[in-house]
């Protein structure tokens, strides 16, 4: 009879760390919070490669690996003591790889996660300073007053706010005018890292210059955000007071442009994967508005014509990384999508630079001059 081995066999083949034991059960971390005297894991639990159970569990608690030792034995019968002990041993086997791999080696030489440009292309560093002093100042006021988000939060935010206040005003011919619409993700735990507060300070900030115009419905199906941006007067109009009809005179002014900022943005990804949500037309609208087109129209037979002129979008998500892991690593449909074919490649950083010979001009329908 063959030994079953209980120590588990940590490796991370798709970036996520896994313990495997030889009777065919596994555990995958999904996501984890460590504090100090606390290890929160959530683990999905595997047999023979198929799906069983997730379960949230705090490594170092005994209470919390009894609570689900006895789920797990409930769901498949093993032993709770089994379990409590092959927990143990995952996360001491956890932490010794995890600080082996941290641990620098001599003979390997670190590899960039992006390749470096040519040196031609590269620019001295110090060009940067000063060359965008609002966008540092606001990084400055950001971080003051949501102290503990992420550095790059604030950068991304501010640069999300730049490009809805450009409206598609702003453009570099390269064939093609190429517009500054940005599709950013910003991608963490829940609640450590701050999201909506650092946006919120963003969004109130465009609405104290006087640009709350310019951003878009919290929420919207494909068909509410085209008709937004075709900027239909609704029936109701005429019975507004003067001040409601002054506020939507100034977003029709600028309809088609939206800045607009998704907060629960994983949900949405998940909703445009399934082919019979209402939601998974926004796959191709995404991606087409990326484009930067000069017209769009839709026509249907319930809300007839839509046109849209010089559509844009500056589109600021907030995706709970353990779903932006599972659409991208799993090989789902928006993973697939996602490095390479438009959509999701701008939602982690996109910066449209001119290259060499590129000229900056403001579009025809510009209300700017440079």
């Not at 849209?308 to 995706?319: D, E, F, I, S, V």
């Not at 999701?344 to 001119?354: A, D, G, Q, T």
Request: proline content about 6%.
């Amino acid at each position: 009879m063959p030994v079953i081995s209980t120590e588990p066999v940590i490796t991370a083949p798709d970036g996520r760390w896994r313990g495997d034991w030889s009777d065919g059960y596994a555990v995958i971390l999904l996501d984890s919070e460590v504090r100090t005297g606390i290890y929160r894991a959530q683990l999905e639990v595997e047999y023979q490669h198929a799906y069983v159970d997730t379960l949230t569990v705090d490594l170092l608690s005994s209470h919390a690996r009894e609570a689900f030792a006895m789920a797990l034995a409930a769901r498949n019968g093993m032993p709770p003591v089994l379990w409590d002990k092959r927990l143990g041993d995952f996360y001491h086997n956890l932490h010794e790889a995890q600080r082996m791999r941290q641990t620098p080696s001599a003979c390997l030489k670190e590899v960039p996660l992006t390749p470096p440009l040519p040196h031609k292309a590269t620019m001295d560093a110090r060009l940067t300073t000063g060359a965008a002093p609002w966008l540092e100042a606001y990084i400055g006021h950001s971080a003051h007053w949501s102290p503990r988000a992420a550095a790059n939060f604030h950068v991304a935010t501010g640069l999300w706010m730049l490009s809805s206040v450009s409206a598609g005003r702003i453009a570099v011919e390269l064939g093609n005018p190429i517009y500054a619409n940005l599709f950013i993700a910003l991608v963490s735990r829940s609640t450590l890292y701050a999201k909506t507060t650092t946006v919120t300070i963003g969004k109130r900030g465009l609405r104290q210059a006087g640009c709350g115009h310019l951003l878009a419905a919290d929420r919207a199906t494909p068909q509410a955000l085209l008709r937004s941006m075709a900027g239909v007067v609704p029936d109701h109009f005429g019975s507004l007071d003067a001040t409601a009809q002054l506020a939507f005179t100034a977003r029709v002014a600028f309809a088609a442009q939206r800045g607009w900022h998704h907060e629960e943005w994983g949900g949405m990804l998940h909703q445009m994967t399934r082919k019979d949500s209402p939601l998974s037309e926004f796959h191709g609208l995404l991606r087409w508005m990326d484009d930067g087109d000069e017209k769009f129209e839709s026509d249907t037979i319930a809300r007839g014509t839509e046109r849209l002129t010089h559509p844009y979008l500056a589109l600021l998500g907030m995706p709970h990384r353990t779903i932006w892991r599972s659409l991208c690593v799993r090989g789902r449909t928006i993973g697939m999508m996602a490095f390479g074919r438009g959509l999701p490649s701008s939602l982690h950083w996109r910066r449209k630079r001119p290259h060499a010979g590129g000229n900056l001009r403001a579009s025809p329908h510009s209300r700017v001059s440079w």
